[in-house]
Structures are given as structure tokens and as C-alpha cells.
């Protein structure tokens, strides 16, 4: 019954999660095979709890390498997900090896070690993906609830022990985002690859709605920034203000068919630039900002955020969870996720 796209994918799974310049790992792991056949030894090596899926697996002829590099890449891929493992990720994932039957004296320790110094990149996503997505053709429903159950459970675990309490759910933003793409990938979702969250830039510098307009003028040249969102004092997203709102736009003359350029909400001919810069420098910015700007989720899929922004001729979108900007896609940020698919 052995199916040869899912050895396949099994296959690309281990060549990008073991580490290249030492394959004792993989040899040692398919050494005992026969050993590991006995399910209880199995079912202790690789946490997986529900027999049918072990026995599922053997049928399909999994080595045990595979279903290691499948049980062990959403740990560490979600602890990678702040870009830094603290000691107490370290320790928690040290301690689910451990709770797996993976002591120190055992050759594949190096490997989690490993992970614990080098993040996981996007392939190596990929090919846990492309081979999640082939394994649950071949698993019946019940039994992949349960198998999903216990990977995203152990995930969580990683994530709320860097927490200051980390038994109630103290799970960091960027924690989430990682939680929720291993989430829809479990699901089947057709968007879990590639969605605004998954390239969006997160780092987002905003101002105070009553801040000068002079002193974020200053910001953007300190900074190099074409645009700064402006929040509300509970920090919600109030507006933008972008590099064209120095040069001024099209404005509809009142009860008029006719249009002229206004510029900081007043209207003005060019020769009447500089008077309106000097006029407009104390003023507050959510007097000249650009209000109810267009914005997107964070579930928002690629190809909705590349039509709005060709529809719209938009150069960036603020994304929003509720009312609060959590990142903003920019063009450059289209680049990143061309690269990621």
C-alpha cells in the first residue's frame, strides 16, 4: 500500500529539515525501524497518541526519519517566530524531546539542537506543507483531527512558554501569525501559504493624530518614510499621511463641474506653495491627512491585495486586525511574497 508521491514529499521533507552536513541522524533513525514498528516504541518516539494514525503511516511506509521531521518542524517553527529563542523556548522543546523518549545520550539531539541556533526557512515550510497536504489524502477524518489536535497543542506549548504566564494563553503577536498559518495548512485551507500576514512589514513607526504636521515632516526625512499612519489616542487607525500629500491633488470645486489642486485641504494655485507650507507647519496632522484610508486583514489572500492595489494604483495598505494596525504591505512587499511563491 506504499504510495510513492507521499514517500516523495516524506523524502523532500527530510533533505530540508536534517542538517545537510551530517546525515548520522537519518541513518541511525531508519536503522531502527524494525524496532520502532512495535507501536507503543513509535507512538513514544514520534508523541503521535492514536495508534490508526501510527499504523496509517507504517502502511504507507513512512520511515521513521519523516514522521520525525513532521512532528518536530511545527515546534520549532513557531518558536522561530519572534526571530530569537529565548531559554525558556529552548528549555520547553529540550523538555517535549525529552517527554518523546529523545535523551541526551540519543545521536538525534543534535538535530533539535541544531534548530535551536538556526531558524527554519520558508522551503522548509514548503515541504512540510507539500507533504502535510499529500499525508491527509490518505488518513481518515477522525484521525486527522486528532493528529492536527496534537501538533498544534504542542506549538502552543513552545509559544506560551516564553510568556510571563504561560499557562493562560501569553502568546505574542508574531506568535499568533505562525500559529494561525500552521492552523489553516492543517485545515486544507487553499490560501494557508501565502496570505498578508505571511509577508506583510510588521515594524510599523505611526503618530499621534495631534502631532505637528512640522515634526512628521521631520520623521519622514530622519526616517526615509513615504508614508507614516496616524493613530487615535487608543491607537486606532485614524489616517495616512504620504509624500503626496505635500504636492497636492485634485479637489472638486463645491456646485462647480470644474476641479483645481488642493493642497493641506485649502486650495491654491503653484505660486501659492509656500505660504501654504509655512501656514500648514503647525498644524495638527489629522487636520491635513489623508482619512479612511483602504485597508486589508491580515488573512487577506495575495491575489485580493495585488487587485485592489493595480485597481487603485495604491503603492501601500495599512492592515488592520479590528481597528488597530498590526502591519502595512508595501510594493516591496509584493517582491517578498513573489519570492515565497
Not at 7 to 30: H, M, P, V, W, Y
Not at 281 to 296: F, G, L, R, S, Y
Request: glycine share 4%; aromatic share 10%.
Amino acid at each position: 500500500m506504499h504510495n510513492e508521491q507521499l514517500e516523495k514529499r516524506g523524502l523532500a521533507l527530510e533533505n530540508s529539515f536534517f542538517i545537510q552536513k551530517d546525515r548520522l541522524t537519518i541513518s541511525n533513525l531508519n536503522q531502527r525501524k524494525k524496532g520502532l514498528e512495535k507501536l507503543e516504541e513509535l507512538k513514544k518516539y514520534t508523541g503521535v497518541k492514536d495508534e490508526t494514525v501510527l499504523k496509517n503511516a507504517m502502511d504507507h511506509g513512512l520511515s521513521p526519519s519523516t514522521l520525525y521531521a513532521f512532528i518536530y518542524f511545527p515546534i520549532v517553527y513557531v518558536a522561530w517566530a519572534d526571530d530569537l529563542l529565548d531559554n525558556k523556548e529552548k528549555n520547553k522543546i529540550r523538555l517535549i524531546s525529552k517527554e518523546l523518549g529523545i535523551y541526551y545520550q540519543d545521536d538525534s539531539v543534535a538535530q533539535i539542537e541544531y534548530w535551536l541556533q538556526n531558524p527554519p526557512t520558508e522551503e522548509t515550510f514548503k515541504a512540510w506543507k507539500g507533504f502535510f497536504d499529500e499525508y491527509r489524502k490518505n488518513i481518515k477524518p477522525i484521525q486527522l483531527e486528532k493528529l492536527n489536535q496534537q501538533i498544534i497543542e504542542r506549538a502552543k506549548s513552545v509559544a506560551r512558554s516564553s510568556g510571563i504566564f504561560p499557562f493562560i494563553g501569553d502568546i505574542s503577536r508574531k506568535e499568533k501569525i505562525f500559529l494561525d498559518k500552521l492552523n489553516r495548512v492543517l485545515d486544507g485551507d487553499s490560501r494557508s501559504e501565502i496570505c498578508v500576514q505571511d509577508f506583510m512589514s510588521t515594524d510599523v513607526y505611526t503618530v499621534n493624530k495631534n502631532t505637528k504636521v512640522e515634526n512628521v515632516a521631520k520623521i519622514m526625512l530622519e526616517k526615509n518614510f513615504s508614508v507614516i499612519p496616524v493613530v487615535s489616542n487608543n491607537e486606532n487607525l485614524v489616517g495616512l499621511l504620504t509624500e503626496s500629500d505635500f504636492i497636492g491633488k485634485n479637489a472638486e470645486i463645491p456646485h462647480s463641474f470644474a476641479s483645481i489642486k488642493s493642497l493641506f485641504g485649502q486650495y491654491f494655485y503653484f505660486s501659492e506653495v509656500a505660504p501654504i507650507f509655512e501656514k500648514s507647519k503647525e498644524k495638527k496632522v489629522v487636520e491635513v491627512m489623508t482619512k479612511n484610508p483602504i485597508t486589508v486583514t491580515p488573512n487577506c489572500s495575495l491575489t485580493e491585495i495585488v487587485k485592489l492595489m493595480a485597481e487603485k494604483n495604491l503603492k501601500r495598505i495599512p492592515v488592520v486586525d479590528g481597528e488597530k494596525i498590526v502591519g502595512i504591505v508595501t510594493r516591496k512587499d509584493i517582491i517578498r511574497a513573489f519570492l515565497m511563491v
